[in-house]
């Protein structure tokens, strides 16, 4: 379970992995959260949001890994287009719905998430996403 996520809107990877050290500063729009796995978090919202296998969807490479601390230390990835573009489509009633079946699916796990940060998390991400989209830019994730 992760200390810091951010996730950041920037305009391609290369500028997304010039946040591997520091994390993203003021220059990307940026949300923070903590206290869950994000890289297993998109990978579940990506599945309930726009269908999908948990399985398939790594076995393809998501979340695609752009810089990596393998001492378990930071991570930035990007976030993908198919996630990018179900949060960015999804309607308020139906972001609801997925905060809730991922608090579902993370409480079977063993992990408690309060389904109003949950509900928060999914607005506020698909607010940075379409503001990235309008931008012409990418949804990353640094992870600390």
């Not at 520091?22 to 903590?34: H, M, N, Q």
């Not at 601390?69 to 609801?96: K, M, Q, W």
Request: glycine share 8%; charged share 25%.
């Amino acid at each position: 379970m992760s200390i810091i996520v951010k996730f950041f809107v920037a305009p391609d990877d290369t500028a997304a992995t010039s946040t591997f050290q520091t994390g993203p500063g003021p220059a990307f729009e940026s949300l923070s959260f903590g206290k869950f796995d994000p890289e297993e978090a998109v990978v579940e919202w990506e599945c309930l949001l726009a269908g999908g296998d948990f399985e398939d969807l790594v076995e393809a490479g998501e979340p695609r890994i752009l810089a990596e601390d393998n001492h378990g230390g930071c991570v930035v990835f990007a976030i993908s287009p198919g996630l990018s573009t179900a949060l960015a489509d999804a309607e308020r009633p139906r972001l609801r719905e997925i905060a809730a079946s991922w608090v579902q699916l993370r409480a079977k796990e063993g992990e408690i998430i309060d389904v109003e940060i949950a509900d928060r998390i999914m607005s506020d991400l698909a607010t940075l996403v379409s503001s990235a989209c309008r931008q012409g830019q990418g949804v990353y994730c640094w992870v600390a």
